[in-house]
Every structure is written in C-alpha cells, then in structure tokens.
C-alpha cells in the first residue's frame, strides 16, 4: 500500500526544490557573466569595439532542445516562456538590450517584442514602420519588431517596401495569437457610437461588428493602442485592442475576443544589423525582381524545384520603378549557408534581374 503523503511534506520537498533551482539559476548566470568575459576579451584581441552577446541562432537552439526534453506536466509553451524569461535575465547581465517597436505602448508588436526578446530588455516605442528600421540602422537600437503579416488578412505592406531601401537583416520571427477585444470607458455595447483601430483589426472584426455595431463609425488610426489612447478620452468611443492596453489606458473589456477567427495570428519579424548562423531550423527571406517576359515566374522558380527547397510564401509588391513592374518577397525552408539552399540562390541568381537575401533567421519558437 503506497504511503499517503502529507501537505507538510510536499510543501517541504517544494522548498527543497526551490532551493536547488535558485542554486542552478545563480551558477548559470555566473556562466553568463563568463560567457561576456570571454566575447570581450576576444574583441580586444581581434581589435574590435563591438561586441554582439545576443546570438539568435542559439536561442533557438536552446529552446528547442527545452522543448524536446519536456515530459509535462507544464506544456511545451509554458517550459519556452520560463527558459525564455532566464535567458533574458541573464543576457542583461552581459549588456542590456535595446529593443525598437511598432508603438505605442500596448501594442501587439510590444507583445511580440517581450515574447521573442524576455521581459529584462529596455523597449523604445516609435509611431510608423520606417521609424523602427531607422532606429535600428542608426544602432540607436540593437533590434526591431515590425508586423509583416496576419493569417486572416494579409502582409503589411510597408513593412516588405521597407526592406527595398533597407541595409537590415532579419534575424528572426515571432507568431502571436491575436485576441482582439472591445474597450471602452462605456460598460454598454448601445452607448457606443465610433469605434478606433488599426485597419487590419477593423478587418479581422468585421463581421462581429457587422452583428453587434452595425452603426457604430469606424475609424482607422496607426495602432490599436493609439486607438485606446482615442477612446480613453472620448465619451462614447471605443477600440480594438489588446487586454494590456485596456490595462494601461484604464478601459472597460466590454467584451472580449471579438475576432471573426479563432485562430488570428499575426507574423512578427525581428530586424538587425548582422546575419544570423545556422541553427538547425531556419527560414531565408529573399527579395526578387524578374525581367518582364514569357514564363519569367517560371524561371524564377526552377532553381527551388530542381534543388529540392521548399517555398513557404511568395508575394509580390509593385517595385516602384516602373508601371507594372513587381519585386516578389519569396520565403524558403533552410539557410543560406546550407548546401541546396545556396545551389538555388546560385542557380536564381543568373536569370534574376536583382536578387537580395533579406536573411536566414531561426523559424519561430512557441
């Protein structure tokens, strides 16, 4: 007959426990103190200033090798979020991190920013897409978070122009699950007459508020927190957004997840200044422009097929140098640096008018 155990025992054994995890995280971030030591002394050696402590590439390859070993009862997420929150901890000890974002404050680009980054990284707000990569090109910023696309509504566009003038590579992505909801300083869907948001959410909403607001006004500002800010402060306004900018604005949730489907995720890209190395699971951004002439889409695809690489996403955006002339946006499994990868890119790079690898970056992590 097994032994029952008693509160006061496994309250004793969780003490124990915590003792040991507290013990285990000190000597890890003494190993990060270590690990700047190291990365400094280097630089000073090879005669070199800067010195690049976050590595996208063995972030990734850390959490996916948390993941791989987690036998619950946490799922795999929650174990991601808690070696996320460590690894950030201890990468402030090396240097504090300087994170650009689509603001203001509250909005999901923040959201996704604190995801991918950790919370122990100082994050500095900007109020247009090209704001963020200027930050981020001047070094005022080691990275930027921009939104590039959403599974009910599309890319953004301004972001994928952007990186026709921009010298930045992607370093990474980010998935965020988007529930929108209603806020409000009303606490009644009748007393509302003008609802804010950013386009892409009116469009993620529209049929809830088709049924609910059908005569409500719409108006489409810069982001979802801007239009909390607009609905703290007018009297029988409210806005899509974010519970944490309900928080931050002190707005009523009248009612939540408001979005038309259940499954909205929005695609956030991470943007810096240097390359990333393989980490085993990688994604290569490519920007593409084809002379204009029978079957040239074709063209441009044979290298992928003939070398065995996946295409994940193509799209095509007006490459503003001439009427009805288009760059595409090509998303492709694999790193540059990986043999049948670089093959295609050779391959492409004969018949393309102009070919820009935007980066290789590690594939998101829950």
């Given at each position: 007959m097994t032994k029952k155990i008693s509160l006061p025992e496994i309250r004793s054994r969780i003490d124990a426990l915590d003792e040991q995890i507290q013990e285990l995280i000190r000597q890890r971030a003494e190993c990060a103190l270590d690990v700047a030591k190291s990365k400094r002394a280097e630089a000073e050696l090879n005669g070199s200033e800067a010195t690049d402590f976050y590595r996208p590439e063995r972030e990734a390859e850390v959490l996916r090798m948390v993941q791989d070993r987690n036998n619950g009862p946490l799922d795999d997420e929650t174990v991601a979020h808690l070696f996320r929150e460590l690894m950030s901890a201890c990468l402030a000890l090396q240097e504090p991190m300087k994170i650009a974002y689509l603001g203001p404050e509250g909005t999901f680009t923040q959201a996704a920013a604190l995801k991918h980054f950790g919370k122990s990284i100082n994050t500095v707000s900007h109020g247009a897409i090209d704001e963020v990569f200027r930050d981020v090109e001047a070094g005022n910023a080691h990275y930027g978070v921009v939104p590039v696309e959403n599974s009910t509504e599309g890319v953004i566009s301004h972001t994928l122009d952007m990186f026709m003038q921009s010298s930045l590579q992607i370093s990474g992505e980010v998935e965020l699950r988007i529930h929108h909801n209603l806020l409000s300083s009303e606490s009644d869907l009748s007393a509302i007459t003008k609802i804010y948001s950013h386009q892409q959410s009116l469009a993620q909403c529209r049929e809830w508020l088709d049924a609910n607001l059908p005569h409500a006004e719409r108006v489409a500002v810069s982001s979802n927190a801007d239009a909390a800010k607009r609905a703290a402060n007018e009297k029988g306004c409210a806005a899509i957004a974010s519970d944490t900018a309900a928080s931050i604005y002190d707005l009523n949730i009248v009612t939540a997840n408001i979005e038309d489907e259940p499954d909205n995720t929005t695609r956030f890209l991470i943007i810096g200044r240097n390359e990333v190395d393989v980490s085993g699971n990688d994604k290569t951004t490519l920007l593409v422009s084809i002379v204009n002439k029978h079957a040239a889409l074709h063209e441009l695809l044979t290298p992928f097929?003939?070398?065995?690489?996946?295409?994940?996403?193509?799209?095509?955006?007006?490459?503003?140098?001439?009427?009805?002339?288009?760059?595409?946006?090509?998303?492709?499994?694999?790193?540059?640096?990986?043999?049948?990868?670089?093959?295609?890119?050779?391959?492409?790079?004969?018949?393309?008018?102009?070919?820009?690898?935007?980066?290789?970056?590690?594939?998101?992590v829950l």
């Open positions: 097929a003939n070398n065995n690489v996946s295409l994940t996403r193509i799209e095509s955006r007006p490459s503003r140098q001439g009427m009805w002339d288009y760059v595409f946006f090509i998303d492709i499994d694999g790193h540059r640096n990986d043999a049948a990868v670089k093959k295609a890119l050779h391959d492409l790079e004969k018949d393309a008018a102009m070919l820009k690898v935007l980066g290789s970056y590690p594939k998101a």
